[in-house]
């Protein structure tokens, strides 16, 4: 469905509805197609307009990103290749960027001292147990009397330690580069960049067979978005200072993520599910901001500080639980505890903030930074026609595909004044957003009248039509 067709079907008079219908396929390819294809409903100015644009809307490429280069990859009607073109619902698993386990490796040493610190306060606290079930019970008393008399002294010594902790944490506080938050950071930046090599070569030779070529235009498209990504912010040090390799991974899992070292990994996947280059452009600008603002460092230092100050309460569990088995239990609640009340939100919070960042690299490199929030309404939507169960988002390391839609229409105002700062070209009409928003109001509407009479029906509520004034 390219713009030329999607007008010789207009000229025509030809209103065939362009979603499919029936089997699972009928919920594929609707988004994109959705937006080039308004044809249902004519009548409205609003609805022609989006009609008007949506052809250059789904994969446009914006003129500033690639101004007179004739070897461009991107057609003279400002389409990626057919290729790229269907929004391809191949959804493995949630979109999550820069996942935590990929994106942040862990230090040499702290993978081959983390453990035997847990078994070393496991066997402590066992042996603590069993030391006190083997005294007899005057000498109980006599430890109890002297821990009541040296009472002050023990406390003095719990807050001294806790003392430590304290400072341990302030004297290594930084502050984030651009954003200025604080932040713990316990390992060497370079030291940690040095042994992000070794995630490295595990990738590469995890995906040396679907590697693509730098001939490849799928490789050259993103070649060119990146690129002008990181020259649009070469003002910021940390983007200039870092070399940006860029790897394209032929594997359909919507996915990316960059090494703090600067090796960026592209699935084709995310090329699929990206309606238009400044879609493109906001996902990789989030990318740049995790390996500029330093995340996977941040993450680990944090991390190391909570489970190295968590073996202490470990040590209590196992000393104070009457049964192995309870000291189990304990255990793993402690853990669950520590992942749900401070890893998974802060992971969240990085996520949030590399969201921000992301959206000033594309206002500076001139993208039509509103469609950041449709791409991931788009997956919103995905998931919901396709009956993805949805977890709640404390249960995740991500925000929710909803949340971040909110959050980034709130940045948007911000980001289009630096964009104006920029003196780039003025944006389009209609919005993106109200193009999606109309097109999915027509799409759930058609998928309900076109749903199979032997099929279950989703339980997908209609919405309200609220058409803005034009």
Wanted: with cysteine; aromatic share 12%; hydrophobic share 40%.
């Amino acid at each position: 469905w390219t713009r030329e067709r999607c007008q010789r079907l207009d000229l025509n008079g030809n209103t065939r509805n362009c979603f499919l219908s029936g089997s699972p396929d009928y919920y594929r390819n609707f988004i994109c197609k959705g937006q080039r294809c308004l044809s249902n409903v004519l009548n409205t100015t609003v609805y022609k307009n989006a009609h008007y644009s949506a052809g250059r809307f789904c994969f446009q490429a914006s003129r500033t990103l690639w101004g007179k280069t004739t070897s461009s990859p991107i057609s003279s009607a400002g389409q990626l290749p057919h290729r790229f073109s269907a929004w391809n619902i191949q959804i493995v698993r949630p979109f999550h960027t820069s996942p935590s386990v990929q994106a942040a490796p862990f230090p040499l040493f702290w993978i081959i001292v983390k453990p035997a610190q847990k078994l070393f306060a496991i066997i402590l606290g066992r042996s603590i147990r069993k030391w006190w079930k083997a005294l007899p019970p005057h000498k109980r008393e006599l430890f109890k009397e002297s821990a009541r008399k040296n009472k002050w002294k023990i406390l003095l010594g719990v807050s001294g330690l806790g003392v430590l902790f304290v400072m341990f944490y302030f004297t290594h506080l930084e502050e984030t580069p651009i954003t200025g938050r604080p932040r713990l950071l316990v390992f060497g930046k370079e030291h940690f960049r040095e042994l992000s090599q070794m995630e490295y070569e595990m990738w590469m030779e995890k995906f040396k067979s679907k590697m693509l070529p730098e001939t490849d235009v799928r490789y050259q498209v993103v070649e060119k978005v990146f690129g002008h990504l990181c020259e649009s912010s070469k003002d910021i040090p940390q983007v200039s200072a870092l070399k940006w390799v860029l790897h394209v991974v032929d594997e359909p899992e919507i996915n990316a993520f960059v090494l703090p070292n600067g090796e960026v990994f592209v699935f084709t996947g995310l090329l699929d599910a990206a309606c238009d280059i400044d879609q493109l452009s906001f996902i990789l600008g989030h990318e740049i901001a995790h390996a500029v603002l330093e995340h996977a460092a941040e993450k680990a230092s944090l991390v190391h500080f909570l489970d190295f100050l968590s073996l202490i309460f470990l040590t209590m569990i196992w000393a104070i639980c009457p049964r192995d088995s309870l000291a189990v239990v304990g255990q793993w609640i402690q853990s669950k505890l520590q992942e749900f009340m401070f890893d998974r939100p802060y992971s969240r919070t990085l996520e949030a903030e590399a969201d921000k960042v992301g959206l000033q690299f594309a206002a500076k490199a001139c993208v039509d930074v509103r469609a950041s929030s449709v791409f991931w309404q788009q997956l919103e939507l995905a998931d919901t026609v396709l009956g993805q169960q949805k977890l709640p988002e404390w249960l995740s390391t991500h925000p929710s595909y909803e949340n971040r839609a909110e959050r980034l229409d709130r940045l948007i105002p911000e980001a289009l004044k630096i964009r104006e700062s920029c003196n780039c070209p003025s944006l389009s009409e209609p919005d993106p957003r109200l193009i999606f928003k109309l097109t999915k109001q027509d799409f759930l509407e058609s998928s309900e009248d076109q749903e199979p009479p032997n099929s279950t029906k989703r339980d997908i509520s209609k919405p309200k039509r609220d058409f803005p004034h034009t």
